[in-house]
Antibody, heavy 128, light 109 residues
Framework: QVQLQESGPGLVRPSGTLSLTCVVS?????????WSWVRQPPGKGLEWIGE???????NYNPSLKSRVTISLDSSKNHFSLNLSSVTAADTAIYYC??????????????????????WGKGTTVAVS | SSELTQDPAVSVALGQTVRITCQGD??????ATWYQQKPGQAPVLVIY???NRPSGIPDRFSGSSSGNTASLTISGAQAEDEADYFC????????????FGGGTKLTVL
């Protein structure tokens, strides 16, 4: 079964760039799904960072868009997160995840749905 | 601020039924997904596509949707259900962006 594992420095200096990698094992990263990054500051809720498709197409959280880049390397079966100009507010647990999508015709209209079914264990990054 | 609104905290007596809600305009055309998160652990998918449970999720967990509100119902809450619950869906029907609700802390009394 597919498993995800995040890796990267646990400490980043202010104004530096946070760089994380998520290795996909047990399956191909080229599988028609989106690959996502989510973070969780200490004691707070989940924040969607963004996602990348096998084509390299991306979508980003508008609040982070100017600082974030998510990319995919099919030869290494991994995808990456770069977050520049970090501050203490970027201190968080960072998760990578696989996202599935679909649609149902329910009642009298189409409904669309998205779910991250496989998550990494998360990696803690402190900015200090 | 989140486009999906959840009550910050809900409590339920052991064995009783509890409903956790998520409100937002995108839910009129996009189902909410529900995650359970216990302290120190990664989120776990509990409900997707309105009312589908992944393998291993007990059938006391169910989902529903009406208008701009999605609900997660736990029928016969157990002590191990005490956790944070987050809804997740599109940020807006006008774009491809996603958002989590602020989360609901469920306490089982």
């Amino acid at each position: 079964q597919v498993q995800l594992q995040e890796s990267g420095p646990g400490l980043v200096r202010p104004s530096g760039t946070l760089s994380l990698t998520c290795v996909v094992s047990g399956g191909s990263i080229i599988s028609g799904v989106w690959w996502s990054w989510v973070r969780q500051p200490p004691g707070k809720g989940l924040e969607w960072i963004g996602e990348v498709y096998q084509s390299g197409s991306t979508n980003y959280n508008p609040s982070l868009k100017s600082r974030v880049t998510i990319s995919l390397d099919s030869s290494k079966n991994h995808f990456s997160l770069n977050l520049s100009s970090v501050t203490a507010a970027d201190t968080a647990i960072y998760y990578c995840a696989r996202e599935m999508k679909g649609s149902n015709y329910d009642g009298d209209q189409w409904y669309y749905y998205y779910y991250m079914d496989i998550w990494g264990k998360g990696t803690t990054v402190a900015v200090s | 601020s989140s486009e999906l609104t959840q009550d910050p905290a809900v409590s339920v007596a052991l064995g009783q039924t509890v409903r956790i809600t998520c409100q937002g305009d995108p839910l009129r055309s996009h189902y909410a997904t529900w995650y359970q998160q216990k302290p120190g652990q990664a989120p776990v998918l509990v409900i997707y596509a309105k009312n589908n449970r992944p393998s291993g999720i007990p059938d006391r967990f169910s989902g529903s949707s009406s208008g701009n509100t999605a609900s997660l119902t736990i029928s016969g809450a157990q002590a191990e259900d005490e956790a944070d619950y987050f809804c997740y869906s599109r940020n807006s029907s006008a774009n491809r962006l996603k958002v989590f609700g602020g989360g609901t802390k469920l306490t089982v009394l």
